[in-house]
């Protein structure tokens, strides 16, 4: 099994300002952290790999230093690690980053899973792992809690929902987002964090990916931030007082009123 | 402080740290109070590979020495002494095997405590044999390729959890002290079982028990070294295990002064934090100084130790005493500093306080470091032929 798990280098949410003016982040001085949600999909692929056997490749896109969170990983035990960098892929939206993922994914190939966080702190979009599955053209699902093997070689996840867990079951290759469910991320271990400060890393740029310029980073963007803000609150709000069945008689009138479908 | 600590060093530190603050701080408590033995952390320990870290490459450890070993101690100490005792007690364990053991010994035993999948254990102590280990009652009579041991050992760390046990069993009472020899035994030994669990006044959560030895049976080539040098491997092992202690005692005091130096920043009274008080100020500076002489003393000790110095009883003893005895003055001044707070079961400072006492007891009470210390000086200023007037 050769599992990709795909991480992000992010702002500590804990110290984050945006600039009025520009609407972006404020990075200078803030601490970069590997993603939250991203060491819950390392966990998930060592586990996957000590379970099934294999290996595990760390992948990331982002700036040079971004290398430091690869090494943070692989002195959990992760097997390789690849950054992506380079200052066209900069400025890179949902589509953009997936895009260049699955070309690095395919170029790592073959590939037989990979695993990604269920969302990154600092967009919050929870798309890239999706949109990856669909640059790969390949099955996925999201929010596992749990990944198996089946005897047949399919993957089996559990996948968290509002009301449960759905059980989805698809062939490999396959692309997966973990929740915290998944199980705690592991500690480091003192071998894999002298093999981690010694490791190569290898970095890729658009041409290394076959990519055009033009396909990544800004300029292959089809979103744009135009502004960022705090949202104003939605509506008035009215506080129903009373016994409960008082308040449960004059929410049905206020929703009654309010020409709510259904009553 | 910076103690030119190498990069390696540096690692083990920030693992045992990150262990202690994420795994072993937010548990302690709990551990303390339903006395569990911490499997779960142990297991944690292990797969960061700290179990190792003082241990021969060959033998699957890391290749470092007694300082390595007070590092991870240290940082542990700093979240919780009983978790940190059930580490370092599996080092006082493998430290027979590794100055004295036969090869085959080696080989067999050090790998599976290195790697943490087996903890190890020291039995000396007795009803009737503390400081005084001539005193020892325990036996063990050859028979053909085995040896028979017979006797109770008493407050044994790590009892009853750990898998291998080195032991100090008298092979011929007529020679005294030198009449005593030492072990491995495996749990599951014929004959070998263990006593009632103790209760204790702090460290709950390590595991204090009997060793039972009725008819047990062991293979001969169990012995370590040669028959009445039990005594010698004992000293020995003390010589470089008590660096560990005075480790214990230093992540305690850290521990113990993170606490007390934050909550006088935060707690106002007469419309000041107490920090500003000079009362309090001179309080929390003591413990500050204490606890940093006692580190620089175990660092400078556990560096001479590893340098393949021979006269090391004496520096081992003070590394030993002295942060011990800190650490009763500093945990006992961070309940007065916590006040009413402090002296309560749900502040951790209180914990700290009960559990400091008993690092001026175990191996070796600092009444017998005492001793230790003044029979080298004797010896030491016996030899000089100058004098000093």
Known sequence: ?263 | MDYFLTEEQQMIREIAAKIATEKVRPVRAELDESEEFPWEIMKILAQSDLFGVYLPEEYGGLGGGVLENCLAIEEMARACIAVATTFSASGLGAYPILLFGSEEQKQKYLPVIASGEKLAAFGVTEANAGSDAGGIQTTAKRDGDHYVLNGTKQWITNAGEAEIYTVVAVTDRTKGARGASAFVVEKGDPGFSFGKKEKKMGLRASATRELLFNDCRIPADRLISREGRGFIVTMKTFDVSRPGIGALAVGLCQGALDIAVEYARKRVQFGKPIIAFQAVQHMLADMATETEASRALVYAAARYIDSGAKDISKISAISKLYPTDVAMRVTTNAVQVLGGYGYMRDYPVEKMMRDAKILQIYEGTNQIQRNIIGQELNKEYGRIKETFF
């Not at chain 1, 950054?83 to 589509?95: E, K, V």
């Not at chain 1, 053209?137 to 929010?143: E, K, L, V």
């Open chain 1, 1 to 263: 099994m050769h599992v990709v798990v795909c991480i992000k280098q992010v702002p500590d949410a804990k110290n984050v300002r945006i600039d009025p003016e520009t609407c972006t982040l404020v990075r200078e001085g803030v601490e970069s952290i590997v993603n939250p949600h991203d060491w819950y999909a390392v966990e998930a692929a060592l586990r996957f790999r000590d379970e099934y056997g294999g290996k595990v490749t760390a992948l990331t896109m982002g700036p040079p230093q971004a290398e430091e969170a690869l090494r943070e990983i692989v002195a959990l035990g992760v097997d390789e690690a690849v950054l992506l960098s380079d200052r066209a892929f900069a400025g890179a939206d949902t589509w953009a980053t997936s895009l260049t993922l699955a070309r690095a994914v395919e170029k790592l190939g073959p590939v037989d899973l990979v695993i990604c966080g269920k969302q990154a702190i600092d967009g919050d979009t929870a798309q890239v792992g999706p949109g990856l599955a669909a640059h790969l053209d390949q099955p996925y699902t999201t929010y596992a809690r749990r990944l198996e093997l089946q005897d047949g070689g399919q993957l089996r996840a559990e996948r968290v929902t509002d009301f449960g867990y759905e059980v989805v079951q698809m062939s490999l290759p396959a692309v997966v987002t973990v929740v915290r469910e998944i199980g705690d991320p592991r500690m480091p271990g003192l071998k894999h964090k002298m093999r981690a400060r010694k490791l190569e890393i290898p970095v890729l740029g658009a041409a290394d990916l076959n990519l055009d310029p033009e396909e990544v980073g800004l300029q292959g963007s089809f979103t744009q931030v135009v502004r960022v803000f705090s949202p104003p609150p939605r509506c008035d709000r009215e506080m129903i007082s009373g016994e409960v069945e008082e308040q449960v008689e004059k929410l049905i009138q206020l929703l009654k009123e309010a020409k709510v479908s259904g009553l």
